[in-house]
């Protein structure tokens, strides 16, 4: 079983932001990773609708015979972790929200915390409730970035598009009173347009990206269960409902590691 792999999903090639830190951590793990980029975007769409997608993506990935599911969309973990984690007991469902909370509490104590997601996480209040779990009075401001999803999957990572969405989105936080201490990066998109991200928040701002704290949070569940595999040598394959050479061409980015096409197989959920 620990040989078994770990399954990772978003809705596109974002969460393989998650999967770098995921493959840093974990070097002997086997990954299968699955981007649902025929159906992205999900953060604009409703509740159900991610609930439904996020069913269905967890069941491919089923079929895979994985060890432990990591859910590497924020708007995915927020509308449907309670679902998939009750739909697929026992299998241990680890999202990337709790985690990311943990890590904005941690970066910036005495607050405000920011945090900039798709529209749907940012509607459902997820980083909000989990940040407040932690420290109750915490004072948290947020912003929806849905632009920030296409620039990430264009691959427009630095120059002037984004600058301009990073001026647009982040002015209104950045003018809070008191100023935002710590920024979340609540979308596994954001975390390739740092850079950009950082620059126009100011060197007084930290950032807070999920992906460590999600990876460091995934160690804990497999040592738990006795479930760790190895310490190197692992292998990753990947699932795209769309377009399986653009994943391969662009993925590399995110995931910080060449893609072969090859591994890449087109599948249908
Ligand atoms: N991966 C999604 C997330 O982390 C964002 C992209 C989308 O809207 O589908 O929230």
Do not use: W
């Not at 932001?17 to 981007?35: D, H, K, Q, S």
């Not at 809070?176 to 850079?195: D, S, W």
């Amino acid at each position: 079983m620990s040989s078994a792999s770990i399954g990772i999903f978003d809705s596109g090639m974002g969460g393989l932001t998650v999967m770098r830190a995921l493959r840093a951590r974990l070097p002997g793990e086997n990954f299968v990773y699955l981007g649902d980029t025929a159906r992205l975007p999900y953060g604009t769409k409703s509740a159900d609708t991610v609930t439904r997608y996020a069913v269905q993506a967890s069941a491919a990935l089923m079929r895979h015979g994985i060890k432990l599911l990591v859910v590497a969309c924020n708007t995915a973990s927020a509308a449907a972790l309670p679902t998939l984690a009750e739909t697929l007991a026992p299998l241990p469902v680890v999202g990337v929200i709790a985690p990311g909370a943990a890590a904005a509490v941690a970066a910036a104590p005495d607050g405000p915390i920011a945090v900039i997601a798709t529209e749907g996480t940012v509607k459902g209040g997820a980083y909000v409730r989990a940040i407040q779990a932690i420290a109750p009075h915490m004072p948290v401001v947020q912003q929806a970035a849905p632009l920030f999803v296409a620039l990430a999957e264009e691959g427009l990572h630095d120059g002037p598009l984004p600058e301009l969405a990073a001026q647009r989105y982040l002015g209104p936080l950045l003018a809070t009173v008191p100023r935002p201490r710590g920024l979340v990066l609540g979308c596994t998109h954001f975390p390739v347009l740092k850079a950009v991200i950082g620059q126009v928040a100011g060197p007084e701002v930290t950032l807070i990206d999920s992906a460590e704290t999600t990876a460091a949070a995934v160690e804990n569940v497999l040592r738990e269960k006795n479930l760790l595999n190895g310490e190197g040598g692992g292998t990753a394959r990947f699932l795209a409902t769309d377009a399986p050479g653009r994943f391969a061409h662009l993925g590399q980015i995110f995931l910080g590691e060449p893609i072969d096409p090859g591994s890449v197989t087109l599948v249908d959920l």
